[in-house]
């Protein structure tokens, strides 16, 4: 039988575009659509068959160790701490001793993304995730033979040569050579862009006869920023969300509201996903992801982020927000 793989997700990333959320929260567990980023991920990997998962840690790390333990019960999950942030070639060296040569599944862990794992799994070569964009000067990039087989990769190109972008999703059927391909890198000390990348890792398994072939991801959601945060709440809303009926409010969906919390007396929707415990009052909410514990009174929010345990009240005098919370009044 073969062996199954484990999947690697680095999350070890400050998330410095989305604060101020991000000093109090690890990026990978901010909500969106009603569950953390990295619940996307680790959410799927059963149906994969993949039971153990090694966690790069680094930023926060504790919260996340904590969230999957109680979260992921069924996960043998294990934790690698990464002291600097040094790329991410170099965050997944530091999962060898726990991979060896087995084959392993690399997922980013802030990718929200829709792709065909099982029939990557399944398949016999290694294997790297591409979707086609308007600007590859922004993302690594890869040029394949014409038959999905690539040839060359090259991160972030002043000139691009391809429009298919690295997603963050990976395959290899070994960890071995990944893993030489890896030292390597920090032996010569050969980096871009002051770091170990991880396709420069992969460019000299090309450059050694290995077969790397691409394959497609249908979704790719951006959760770096607030404005693609956002957006991404929106999209994932419109494929996910049921219907919600919440009594003595108007609601135009989609949107997700947690059980635990509370809505009274508002308008409420489009494209509002609320946490547990939020309690929300006399209301105007649309387009807003609304963190645990928050509390809303009074007001009209559109396009916003409320953080965990903030508090916004209709009485602009006087505002008593939760720490590394923010409110733009208009």
Known sequence: MPERPIAVIPVAGVGTRLRPHTHTQPKVL?????????????DELPALGIRQVVLIVGHMGERIVEYVRAQHPNLEASYVEQPERLGLGHAVSLA??????????????????????????AGSTNGIGVK?????????????????????MVEKPEHPTSNLAITGV???LRGAPLFAALRE????????????????????LVERGQTISTFPIQGWYD???????????????????????????LVRGPVSVAAGAVVE??????????STGARIRNAVIRDTIVNENASIENVLLEGSVVGE??????????LNLGDSSEIVLT
Request: hydrophobic share 40%.
């Open 265 to 274: 007396n508002c308008i409420f929707g489009p494209h509002v996903s609320v």
């Open 170 to 172: 990976y395959y290899f």
């Open 96 to 121: 060898e001793p726990k991979v060896g040569d087995r084959p392993l599944l690399i997922i980013l862990g802030d990718t929200i993304f829709e792709a065909d794992l099982k029939g990557v799994l």
């Open 132 to 152: 086609a964009v308007d600007d590859p000067r922004r993302f690594g990039i890869v040029e394949t033979d014409g038959n999905g087989r690539v040839v060359r």
């Open 309 to 318: 345990g903030a508090q916004i009240r209709g009485e602009f005098s006087r």
């Open 185 to 204: 890198l920090r032996e010569k000390n050969i980096r871009t862009r002051g770091e170990f990348q991880l396709t420069d890792a992969m460019q000299l």
């Open 223 to 249: 959760c770096g920023k607030t404005e693609t945060l956002l957006e991404t709440n929106r999209v994932l809303l419109d494929k996910h969300a049921g219907a919600v009926d919440i009594p003595g409010s």
């Open 30 to 42: 901010l909500r969106v659509a009603g569950k953390p980023i990295l619940a996307y991920i680790l």
